[in-house]
């Protein structure tokens, strides 16, 4: 792993080159520690840019833009990103994903990491970040090891016209249902505040794209982590983000970018 941007002392650092030659400007190329990568990724101190609660999402997509290969992310992605992806839930206090990349990825609760625990107690979380699915027909397997023995209880997220049995259906299992829009489904704003009501201020989603694409359309993005793969599949699968277009195009502000193996582990803000 090595940093490309920012640029700083760490990034530039003179490293051997042939014959034991330094060479200037040389990027050190190594594997980062755990600690160094929650460093990297860490959310904004509370109150920070204005905003409160903080929600990132974190997606991978080929060179040719595609999310997904044969319905899965995991054919696009790597070690390193897996790594990223470990940490950036390790540092969140829930993970909101839709229900469809619920049952693609075959979704489990997340656990709890010992290369965590004293960085979540200090920050007063849950030994694990809590799972928050967004559903509007609620047609879930609630028999699930996600649903029925999770670390810390699932959350269901859906509108006030989801289907009184599935609804009971979800709490006999023993996840809690959050009511986030007047409808079928979820207002993106009002899940972001549903969840901070609960205390869950720092948000992670992994998608998937049409819950992204909802994401962006109702201005609720505070932050974006792109993995950029160095794979082409063409094909027809989905972009990070579906749904319809915004009127203004929204704009990011690049924040960090590192590299591994070919990699590249973009991290953007919305300015």
Known sequence: MRRLFPVIDETAARTPGA???????????????????????????????????????????????????????????????????????????????????????????????????????????????????????????????????????????????????????????GARVVIAGDGAGIDPARAVRALAELGHTRLLTEGGPRLLGQMVAAGVLDELCLTVSPMLTAGDAQRIAGGPAVTVPRRFTLVSLLEEDGFLFSRYRRE
């Open 19 to 173: 014959g034991g030659a330094s060479v200037p400007g040389a990027l050190e190329d190594r594997e980062w520690t755990l600690a160094e990568l929650a460093a990297a990724y860490a959310y904004p101190e509370r109150g920070s840019a204005g905003r409160e609660p903080w929600l990132r999402a974190n997606m991978v997509t080929t060179l040719d833009g595609a999310a997904q290969h044969e319905g899965r992310s995991q054919p696009i992605s790597s070690a390193a990103d897996m790594r990223i992806f470990g940490t950036l839930r390790a540092l969140a206090d829930v993970v909101v994903v839709g229900a469809e990349t619920v049952r693609r990825e075959g979704y489990r609760p997340a656990r709890a990491r010992a290369e965590f625990a004293e960085l979540r107690k200090a920050a007063g979380q849950e030994p694990a970040p809590a799972i928050a699915v967004v559903s509007a027909s609620l047609e879930l397997d609630f028999s699930l090891p996600l649903f029925t023995s999770p670390l810390v209880p699932t959350l269901v997220l859906t509108g006030a016209a989801a289907p009184p049995e599935r609804i009971a259906a979800a709490e006999e299992a």
